[in-house]
């Protein structure tokens, strides 16, 4: 049908070079902007019924296509013959000018076979054999790709759409892995196929238009190299990836596993998707240790040990609380067991972490009395000359787990804080040059900024951590703390963006009071307080200024929303760590609020209550 109509069309262009004729053409026009994409998921544009009278139908200049122009000359639509036969076997549609989405008739039979993504829409190309609109497979669909795919396969609760990029018996055979890895493999291929709806449930996206894929997240791709065992072919692959989904209820992180590359931006997935969890990390190529990019091939000792560990921390939920213990020590024995069969310092070095970790997590959920005896014994075991980073990390985490079990013991939760902040003032003097020891200092200032009434002390680590660690990000991060608690009675100059990317400067707001409020989704109740009293300096000149800290687009977008707050709203993307609005002002427990006055100076570079913000702005507008 596509290919009937649009033949009559072509024919009439090229035998015609008068453009203007309103009939049949401008039917023509009209019927033309009504087609849409067979693949549902893209964004087009699609102009009002008032501008469809401005638009515009031509030849291209290879006279094999008609273009459909807006009224400000962007292309909308292209409908092609690409291989000259006189029949539209190509549609094209368009947003901004530029090409986001094709429909491909390969065979000439007047239907769609292949589907093609392009530009910001992504780099998607299915194919459609048997042509019932749905994608029997990928050409080409890339690692973020795959991961939205996923998302949206668990919205529907669609195990097909799922199954589509898992990886299958036939891929498997193409990675040429040794007997080990392939049967290994191949359990996965099978669970994936079983276990899809019971993955639906646990993870119980909310169905429907309101999910939302905002990101892949995880570390650089590794390059496993072929060898004469386990690879016979280069493989490229992530480990432990997680993608974040929202529902319009709830963001949610979900575990991915590992995605591996078939071809040519062509990535598959081997595990099925779970909530992640810290503590249940997914690997099958690359160790933990060498994931960020390095090229160490997996020693099968060691994957046999971390697949037992992995099954047995996958046990511990669904047991009675008295049975958790036990099962801890399980886990915590094969971390053991895999420390001494790493071939290299750098692994054995990591999985001691990784047992620090685990020993503080089971210890934090009440599951594991021992943890704070099995850090010591570990930290004894570690602590040497030439080996302060690590000691100083188990230290730090033996610090976090004594916390714990006071708080579990019922006793004085200040005494317990007051402990832990003493204990990691010890622990970051004694290791002051190491990474740990600079984190702790960066936590020291900024729990002594939220408890002490003076700005003397958190200045004092946050100089420390300027100094210590200077041209790294926590430097940065420091500098920005100490830039916002010495900024009173001084301009301190603030440019950004908008949510729309429109330029700020502060400057620009001189002569009025301005608020600065930095804020994220998980501080909405407060804002709730704050409003109340910026509603009522408002007609005395203040000028409220929303800094969302949001780590993505998406999730601001919804906490906007939510808060119906109509402030002018500054974003840029990043999160608490890595957002430069954070890292300027040194912003690490939103919410926080600055005041500038009418001067252009700083008012209030420390405020923290919405009962603190009424007592400041009464004094100022008097």
């Not at 849409?36 to 638009?55: A, F, G, N, T, Y």
């Not at 007047?110 to 990928?138: H, L, P, S, V």
């Not at 191949?186 to 429907?208: P, R, S, T």
Request: overall charge negative.
């Amino acid at each position: 049908m596509r290919a009937t109509f649009f033949v009559s069309v072509l024919f009439l262009f090229l035998t015609n070079s008068v453009f203007a004729q309103e009939s049949p053409l401008r039917s023509q026009l009209e019927q033309g902007l009504n087609y849409r994409p067979v693949q549902s998921d893209i964004v087009i544009d699609i102009p009002s019924e008032q501008d469809v009278k401005l638009c515009e139908i031509k030849v291209s200049d290879d006279k094999r296509g008609l273009i459909i122009l807006s009224p400000q000359k962007n292309m909308l639509r292209l409908f092609s013959d690409a291989n000259g036969d006189g029949r539209v076997d190509q549609w094209s549609y368009f947003q901004n000018g530029v090409e986001v989405y094709r429909d491909i008739d390969a065979n000439g039979n007047g239907k769609a076979d292949q589907y093609r993504w392009f530009n910001n829409a992504g780099t998607r190309w299915g194919i459609d054999a048997n042509e019932d609109k749905i994608i029997d497979y990928w050409k080409e669909i890339s690692a973020e790709e795959v991961s939205r795919e996923i998302v949206l396969a668990l919205a529907e609760n669609d195990v097909a759409r799922f199954l589509r990029v898992a990886l299958n018996e036939e891929e498997l055979k193409e990675l040429a892995l040794g007997d080990s890895l392939n049967n290994s493999v191949a359990k996965k291929i099978a669970a994936m196929k079983n276990g899809f709806a019971e993955a639906v449930q646990l993870i119980a996206l909310k169905n429907g238009n309101a999910v939302e894929w905002y990101q892949l997240n995880a570390v650089l791709p590794g390059v496993v190299p072929a060898n004469d065992q386990s690879y016979r072919k280069n493989l490229f692959v992530y480990e432990n990836a997680m993608t974040t989904a929202g529902d319009g209820e709830k963001t949610v992180q979900i575990a991915i596993g590992t995605l591996v590359k078939i071809s040519d931006n062509n990535w598959r997935t081997i595990d099925l998707p779970k909530i992640y969890d810290e503590n249940q990390l997914s690997y099958t190529f690359i160790l933990p240790a060498v994931a960020q990019g390095s090229s160490a091939p997996a020693n099968n000792d060691v994957v046999a040990l971390m697949n037992e560990y992995q099954e047995i921390h996958k046990e511990i939920p669904k047991l009675p609380p008295e049975q958790r213990p036990a099962k801890h020590k399980e886990v915590i024995s094969r971390i053991i067991q895999i420390i001494a069969k790493v071939s290299t310092e750098e692994e054995r070095e990591n999985w001691i972490r990784q047992l620090a970790d685990t020993i503080m997590t089971a210890t934090s959920r009440n599951e594991f009395p021992e943890g704070s005896e099995q850090l010591e014994t570990l930290f004894k075991t570690v602590n040497k000359p030439g080996n302060e980073e690590l000691a100083a990390y188990v230290r730090s985490q033996q610090i976090l787990t004594d916390y714990y079990l006071a708080m579990q013991t019922g006793g004085d939760d200040m005494r317990a804080y007051s402990q832990w902040l003493e204990n990691l003032e010890t622990m970051a003097t004694e290791f002051e040059k190491t990474e740990a020891g600079i984190e702790g200092m960066m936590q020291l200032g900024i729990y002594r900024e939220m408890s002490a009434r003076s700005v003397e002390e958190p200045l004092k680590w946050y100089t420390k951590v300027a100094q210590l660690a200077a041209g790294k990000p926590i430097a940065e991060k420091a500098k920005g703390a100490i830039r916002r608690l010495t900024a009173a009675g001084k301009e301190i100059p603030f440019q950004t963006t908008d949510v729309s990317g429109k330029p700020f400067d502060i400057v620009a707001l001189k002569g009025k009071l301005v608020l600065l409020y930095f804020w994220d989704t998980s501080t909405l109740s407060s804002l709730a307080l704050i409003k109340p009293v910026v509603d009522k300096f408002t007609d005395a000149g203040l000028q409220p200024i929303s800094v969302n800290l949001d780590a993505d687009p998406q999730t601001m977008k919804a906490s906007v929303t939510k808060s119906a707050l109509n402030w002018t709203q500054l974003y840029t993307a990043g999160g608490l760590e890595k957002n430069p609005i954070a890292v300027y002002w040194g912003i690490s427990i939103p919410p926080y609020m600055i005041l500038y006055g009418k001067d252009g100076k700083v008012l209030n570079s420390h405020i923290q209550s919405a009962d603190e913000l009424q007592q400041i702005l009464t004094e100022a507008t008097k």
